[in-house]
Every structure is written in structure tokens, then in C-alpha cells.
């Protein structure tokens, strides 16, 4: 694959094979990004688990201690006395079976749902459309709630939602370029702590396999971690 010249001049920067410390690893990281926009930094970790039994498919979700530096727009998906507390909460839209006729042509002017259980059996039927997208609410993630108000404010203060993939991989956005290092580590150290707590316990040996970080089109560095 051909590199451009500022790829090659960030690769430069540090070596491509040595696991570096979180801080380090967070500052090379900025320095790498390749990109004249604020560039999203995400994490990837390969866990040593198999996603084919149900009790190693890791999902959930949190609050990162510094936020994602991504505004996202919320729709709420609910009934009755719920759509005003949605609104009142801060939700960039709120309805109810109508809204959904919107997404089944073609509408997707949000980047997530939030939903009440009791409009969960209508959400159901959209599963062909929200499910490859990643948009299905779910109670793991938080975001199949009676406490609309609450899972609003969360999403909008920086919830991250993670879930590893068939190949065994969590990948996820802790921040943006434009932060400073201390700040992503904080969100790479949260996330982290979280993802060894869901250790199934089918797990033996290391659990963390590799940790990455890197930047919209920027080279992966890798990350020295323990405790795993």
C-alpha cells in the first residue's frame, strides 16, 4: 500500500514494534495524526476470548471521566407522559410509532436510539434496518431505559458504547487530537478497567492480547498495559 509523505514522516516519529506507556502512547498519538482536522483517537483491544459462546461476547457501555469531544444526537423512541421528559432532557428527537415509519424510508439523522421497554415490540420489527447499523437499542448498553431523562444526559455527557467483534476485538472512541494527554489517558485507563472487569471466566491465561491506539488515518501505536 503507498503511504503519503505525512504517514511516513509520523511513522518516523516513534517505532512501529515497542509498546509504549499509556501517557507516551497518548502524546504519540497526537503528534502522529496525519489529518489538519480534530482527528478522533480510538483504542483496539484483542482479547482472548470467543465471541461464538454467548458468555464471552463482551458489550456494554459507559461514561467516559472526559467525554468523547463527539456530539451526538439522540432520538427517543417512547409514549405518552415520556416524550416531554425526552425533550425536556435534552433529546434531539422524540416520537413514537410515527418516527419509525420516518426511519423505515430512509431517515437516520441521529447516531443513537434510546428507547422504552414498551416500544421495544415496534423497534423489534425494524431489526433488518437498526441491526447492521448498530442502532438497536439494547439494556446492556443503557439505552432500553424507563429513565429516558437519565440515559440522555449520559449519551450527551460521552457514553461510549464497546462489543467485541467475531474476531474478538473492542474498538472504541476515547477522544479527539484536540485533548490533552492527560485527558485521553484517563478515558483509555477507565475504558480499560472496565473491559478487565468483564473477564468471562472462561478466560484463561492473558487476557488482553494488544492494545492500540491511533488516529483518524493515523499509524497504530501500541500500548503497554497490565494486569491482564
Given at each position: 500500500m503507498k503511504r503519503s509523505k505525512s504517514y511516513k514522516?509520523?511513522?518516523?516519529?516513534?517505532?512501529?514494534?515497542?509498546?509504549?506507556?499509556?501517557?507516551?502512547?497518548?502524546?504519540?498519538?497526537?503528534?502522529?495524526?496525519t489529518v489538519k482536522y480534530d482527528a478522533q483517537v480510538r483504542v483496539s483491544f484483542k482479547l482472548n476470548v470467543d465471541p461464538r459462546?454467548?458468555?464471552?461476547?463482551?458489550?456494554?457501555?459507559?461514561?467516559?471521566?472526559?467525554?468523547?469531544?463527539?456530539?451526538?444526537?439522540?432520538?427517543?423512541?417512547?409514549?405518552?407522559?415520556n416524550i416531554e421528559v425526552a425533550k425536556t432532557a435534552g433529546a434531539d428527537y422524540v416520537g413514537d410509532k410515527e418516527i419509525l415509519e420516518k426511519i423505515k424510508g430512509g431517515w437516520f439523522d441521529f447516531d443513537v436510539i434510546v428507547a422504552t421497554p414498551d416500544m421495544m415490540g415496534e423497534l423489534g420489527k425494524l431489526g433488518k434496518i437498526l441491526g447492521p447499523k448498530g442502532l438497536m437499542p439494547n439494556p446492556k448498553t443503557g439505552t432500553v431505559t424507563q429513565n429516558i431523562a437519565g440515559a440522555v444526559?449520559?449519551?450527551k455527557k460521552g457514553k461510549v458504547t464497546y462489543r467485541v467483534d467475531k474476531d474478538g476485538n473492542i474498538n472504541c472512541l476515547i477522544g479527539k487530537?484536540?485533548?490533552?494527554?492527560?485527558?485521553?489517558?484517563e478515558n483509555f485507563n477507565a475504558l480499560y478497567q472496565q473491559i478487565l472487569k468483564a473477564r468471562p471466566a472462561a478466560v484463561k491465561g492473558q487476557?488482553?492480547?494488544g492494545t492500540t491506539l491511533s488516529s483518524n488515518m493515523g499509524p497504530g501505536v501500541r500500548v503497554e498495559v497490565s494486569n491482564n
Open positions: 514522516n509520523a511513522l518516523s516519529l516513534y517505532e512501529k514494534t515497542k509498546k509504549y506507556p499509556v501517557a507516551e502512547a497518548c502524546e504519540l498519538v497526537k503528534k502522529t495524526s459462546h454467548a458468555e464471552q461476547q463482551i458489550r456494554g457501555a459507559m461514561v467516559l471521566p472526559n467525554g468523547t469531544g463527539r456530539s451526538q444526537k439522540v432520538l427517543v423512541v417512547t409514549q405518552g407522559p444526559e449520559e449519551i487530537t484536540s485533548f490533552e494527554t492527560k485527558a485521553l489517558e487476557y488482553v492480547l
